[in-house]
């Protein structure tokens, strides 16, 4: 994640926010999924044999709707002030995914995969209060089994997260969007509790060598060398996959699958909601079986993703057209020029076409895993998992790496390199990449950034030895006005399905820091928890938002993700040593059962009810004058015969999409005409990728505004008659919301043409078509 123009908005945005003395926020019920709660609730799960059929565990899959407001909020990921959503490309998605133990029903994990920036610590709190209060039904579900993970998407909307930090640049918290997620969820628990069946599960991996690069090798070439010639690449090839499939019939019902690249293929001037590479891996992947398996779900969860970059030819000047900078990335010392290039980059598409084709990737290999005959099946085995909370202000422990050293954690404190940015987002003002305590870089000479660091918090002499050698920019763990702005609180979690562990990570960790974790628990896994052959995954960013995780010997250098690693230099260690000191509490019941009950640990705050937010509220929608909601301004060519690859538009009197999310519904469809039943089908909704939302203000005073509908015709698609709808939500002065839609006139498609030649365009669609 990347927050460089957030130092722009800290002089002014602080004191307000430091002399706010109210809340400004108005609440406005998040309720449009009541419906669907209430029905997913209505049931009772299967039992664990059906027809004489016995399964190794019980496995369910479900998948809601979480598409909060797609206009007028900033996204989440790059902090960039100026990138407030205008529409939706693709709807975003959580993933639910639960594995149970055959012979105790109590015994079960949930794995959710959002496509969202990240898990959030109030977001988590919302959805395990949600489930309680579902009844004993759902009391299998709780605070130990319950992970929270996000995509690590930069193109879904902001305004939710728990901490002050991440919302200055969105104006404050915004309860919609924050519910959006929490309701979303539950519900993608509850039609995965509602779907359980007696099921097996099966591991592989394969490479995907083509998806991800690391983009602070600088940094990665400060580990040992003897640790390095271990591994062919500086970043993670191997994709993971974990797939589920029914005992009945041995039908795959989905597949949970781990890789680490950024979902930064978008780029900073994107304005429309997606879910990145990761969205569109997992769209591909259930697209190409719906027909067979209406039910099926995709998950890409992330790994170590800290210091990979989905922008895979690299960085370089835009001015110059020369590579960046090896050490700080920067173009004749500035940051702002330095870009990373993504697979089709040549388009001038916000980078649409590189992330579909990274998406393409990553749902390439998943596909002929889940049809392949190699996976190794997991035996009915042993499901546990433990969660607790660790304050990492001042954190003592032993190196897991080195039992001589004695070894502390830091308040939370984010260094000048954090505001330099990244290649997928590069920073501002004077500030790079690589800045260490040692440095004469423009940005520590600058007193306007002692100022604003004053404005939050003076680091103490014992915070700044405790973080050396980073240069404390914002010393976050220890600002408290007027609520927390980062947590020094952090979840420590492990979930079990027998020889597999999960680590659920808060932060981002890096590549190497990802192995040495991983590797620790495996090498303590046959002593602790009799496990000959032991497999660890790590997915996250998880449950809370952490930042990065990055090695010691890359913490020296303070690029990006250095700089972003709140804790200090210790952050690993610590990480590893408490999940390594609480892996016993991963054995078999009769094993914890003569065990001391893990304590929870410190509760972090909740913000919801306590958060600020200056995000104006939809005040009322009117229609130009002589026209009505859904009124066509723009219809396509009804005299021109249109053909795959083409792009057909409809424009019409909109509303403000922020009156209702439409979740689990649609902004806009494309229909074709059946002429054997005499009647319009929808054949495509805003959930697919090729058919795009924009929504403008036309005037604010009067409260108008326009809709476009775009459909970028693919490849397959059948000839005959097609027509564009809007469906949108008026918002009158007195706060009715009355729904409408708009259609627009009948148009033509005909069969392929041929003469398209091999611009980006097509080739994104080829893939698709092949695919």
């Not at 970059?309 to 020029?337: A, I, K």
Request: proline share 6%; charged share 20%.
């Amino acid at each position: 994640m990347a927050r460089k123009p957030i130092l722009q908005l800290l002089l002014v945005l602080c004191v307000t926010f430091v002399a706010a003395s109210s809340l400004i926020w108005l609440l406005f019920p998040a309720n449009a999924q009541d419906e669907a709660l209430v029905a997913a609730n209505s049931g009772q799960p299967r039992v664990c044999q059906q027809n004489g059929v016995q399964g190794d565990y019980f496995l369910g899959v479900g998948k809601a709707d979480i598409t909060g407001p797609v206009v007028e909020i900033n996204l989440m990921g790059y902090a960039d002030t100026a990138q407030s959503g205008t529409g939706l490309r693709q709807r975003i998605y959580s993933r639910a995914f639960i594995i149970g133990s055959a012979s105790n029903h109590s015994r079960r994990i949930v794995y959710l995969v959002l496509d969202t920036q990240s898990g959030d610590t109030a977001v988590r709190d919302g959805i395990l209060g949600k489930l309680k209060g579902l009844g004993p039904e759902y009391a299998a579900y709780n605070k130990d089994n319950v992970a929270v993970t996000g995509t690590h998407s930069h193109s879904g909307p902001g305004a939710w997260l728990n901490y002050l930090l991440p919302q200055v640049t969105s104006k404050g918290f915004y309860k919609d969007s924050y519910q959006a997620i929490v309701d979303g969820s539950v519900l993608a628990i509850q039609r995965a509790h509602q779907s359980l069946v007696p099921g097996h599960l099966s591991i592989g991996e394969k490479q995907v060598t083509d998806a991800n690069i690391n983009r602070s090798p600088y940094a990665y070439l400060r580990n040992p060398k003897k640790e390095r010639d271990r591994y062919a690449d500086d970043v993670d090839k191997n994709l993971t996959i974990l797939r589920f499939e029914k005992a009945s019939d041995g039908r795959p019902i989905g597949i949970l699958t781990w890789f680490p690249v950024h979902g930064t293929s978008l780029y900073q001037n994107n304005t429309l909601i997606t879910g990145d590479n990761k969205g569109v891996a997992a769209y591909l992947v259930e697209e190409s079986v719906k027909k067979e398996n209406p039910g099926f779900v995709a998950g890409f969860s992330q790994a170590n993703v800290g210091d990979t970059s989905p922008n895979v030819l690299g960085p370089f000047c835009e001015d110059t057209g020369l590579q960046c900078s090896f050490n700080d990335s920067t173009c004749d010392g500035q940051t702002q020029p330095c870009h990373g290039r993504g697979p089709l980059f040549r388009a001038i598409d916000q980078g649409t076409n590189s992330c579909f084709e990274i998406g393409h990737r990553q749902a390439t290999a998943a596909k002929a895993l889940l049809e392949s005959d190699s996976l190794e099946r997991i035996p009915a085995s042993t499901i546990s998992y433990f969660h607790t909370y660790t304050n990492f202000s001042s954190f003592s422990f032993t190196s897991p790496f080195n039992q001589s050293r004695q070894l502390r954690t830091c308040s939370a404190a984010l260094g000048y390199g954090f505001a330099g940015g990244t290649t997928d987002g590069p920073g501002a003002f004077d500030f790079s990449q690589g800045t260490n305590d040692t440095d004469d870089s423009p940005s520590l000479k600058n007193p306007l950034w002692k100022l604003a660091r004053g404005f939050i918090h003076d680091p103490t002499d014992e915070q700044v030895a405790c973080q050396k050698p980073k240069p404390i920019l914002l010393d976050v763990g220890e600002a408290h006005r007027p609520y927390a702005w980062s947590p020094n609180i952090v979840d420590i979690q492990l979930l079990r399905v027998g020889p597999l562990i999960m680590i659920i990570s808060p932060g981002e960790a890096t590549t190497m820091s990802g192995r040495r974790w991983r590797e620790a628990l495996a090498a303590a896994a046959p002593d602790t928890l009799g496990i000959s052959e032991p497999k660890v995954v790590l997915g996250g960013p998880a449950n809370t938002y952490a930042h990065y995780i990055a090695t010691e010997e890359e913490y020296g250098v303070q690029r990006y993700e250095g700089a972003s690693t709140l804790y200090g230099p210790h952050t690993l260690a610590a990480y590893v040593n408490l999940t390594l000191t609480y892996l016993p509490y991963l054995g078999s019941e009769d094993e914890t059962s003569y065990l001391d009950r893990l304590p929870p640990g410190p509760s972090p705050p909740i913000n919801v009810n306590t958060s600020l937010s200056f995000i104006n509220p939809v005040i009322v929608d009117n229609p130009a004058l002589l026209k009505r909601f859904g009124d066509t301004l723009e219809s396509p060519d009804p005299a021109k015969q249109f053909t795959p690859r083409a792009t057909v538009t409809a424009r019409f009197v909109g509303a403000n999409p922020r009156n209702s999310f439409r979740l689990e519904g649609t902004f806009a469809a494309v229909e074709k005409f059946d002429a054997k039943a005499s009647q319009w089908t929808e054949v495509r909704s805003d959930r697919d990728w090729f058919l795009v939302y924009h929504w403008k203000r036309v005037s604010t005073v009067l409260g108008t505004s326009e809709a476009t509908v775009e459909w970028e015709i693919e490849p397959h698609t059948d000839p005959g008659m097609y027509r564009l709808k809007y469906y949108g939500d008026a918002k009158s002065l007195g706060g009715t919301i009355t729904p409408f839609e708009g259609t627009s006139g009948v148009f033509n498609i005909g069969a392929t043409s041929d003469s398209d030649g091999g611009s980006a365009a097509t080739l994104r669609d080829e893939l698709f078509r092949s695919f």
